[in-house]
Structure formats: structure tokens, C-alpha cells
């Protein structure tokens, strides 16, 4: 059925208040847990990769997938995903944004290199600084040549206004946090790197100990052991 306030409620709005509903981690989930909370329903979110149930039955389709969840809902063994409050989610938006924004300048920056290497062009220092900018200008490149780079260089300019605002906006919204204070203690991680440690893992207090968040975040080394051979890996991550 398509989304919608009006669809939804059409199916669930008759539940007493309260009631818990639980909903896979689809596409744009974001919505349905405030829509769920408004109207005193409770919202439970399921963790994709750990509903076995679902994941390995031989008959799938949407009406098989959710008499599961309500079953595994109602025999409390629903494999559950912390559900972030809204401010955590609109923080991690906005630094998700900027990760995106700046892979994007990368990906031009990139690609000035590649057109200037076609050229056997190359200088030791960086091209985007403004002696690099002074060089390119004065690079003899063909008619073609020269617009892809001036394309480009039009391009990361325009990127470099909306990623100052939000270093800017990111910057003042953590003055004085003391999680990113004491992040920004640690070598190699600078202000930036802590906000998106503190917004990913949110409310630190639902890990139960270190060595639980470690494995959460994917640090923790794999092991495969048989009887007395145990072989450790990379990390799970």
C-alpha cells in the first residue's frame, strides 16, 4: 500500500492505545515511528539481520512476514533495533549529508586529476589551493580538456558554501558536550569524527558493557573455534 497517514491508520487505527506494532527496518521508517507515537501506539523495530524467521522461510510474502513479527512480537522474542529519538536521527541526517557532500568533492577532485594525468600534468603541491588554482588556469589544455575542468572546478566551489555552513552549524550545536569533549581527547579524532561517534551510537547506556559496544560497532576480532582450535580474523566489520 502507498504511504500515507490516511493508509496506515485505515489498517491500524481501530487498535486500543497502546498496542504494539512492529515493523521491519524498510526504507524510510523514519515517519511511521512518529506517526506510531502520536497516536499511542508502540512502536517496535525489527533488526533485519537477526529475524531468522523471516529470512529463511520457504514462503515469503508480506502477510507470511508479518503473522512472524506478531507471533515473535507476542512471544517476546522479536529481535528489536534501538529506535533513536528524533533529535539523535536529525543529527545523524545532517552529518550523513556532509559525508555525502564531501565524498562528492572528492569524486571531482578525482576526476580533475584524471583529465590533467591524461596530459602527463602534475605538480607536487595540492591543485585546489590557491597557487594550485593559479596553475591550473595557466595549464595549456585542449578546448574539451579545459571545460571538463573548469565544469568541475565550478562544481566544488559550489559544494564548498554548504559544507562550511554545516561544519558551522555541527560545530556550535556540541559547544560544551562533554562526550565530544572527551572523544576529541583520543589521537586522531577531531571534532567532526566525534559527532558522528556520539550521534551513531546515541544513548550509550543500551550497551550493558564496553566489549557489547565494541562488537556492536564492528571492532571485535571474528573467531571460528572446533573443539581445541580456535582461529581469530579480521574484525566483524
Known sequence: MPNGVEM?????????IGAPVAFEAAYG????????EDYGFEPHLVHPLRCKAIAFARLKNDKVDAATL???LRA???PEAWIAPLEVRQQRALLRHRCQLVRLRTLLRNRVHAVLADYGCDRSGSYFTAPGRVWLDGLGLPDSSRRVVDDLLVLMDALKEPIDALDQQLVAHVRGDPRVKTLTQLPGVGTLTALVIVAEIGDISRFPSARKLAAWAGLTPT???????????????
Open 8 to 16: 496506515v491508520l485505515s489498517v491500524i487505527g481501530d487498535l486500543p
Open 29 to 36: 521508517w523514519g515517519w511511521l515511528v512518529e506517526l506510531l
Open 70 to 72: 506478531a507471533q515473535l
Open 76 to 78: 517476546n522474542l522479536l
Open 223 to 237: 573467531v571460528r573455534s572446533s573443539d581445541m582450535t580456535v582461529r581469530h580474523g579480521h574484525i566483524s566489520k
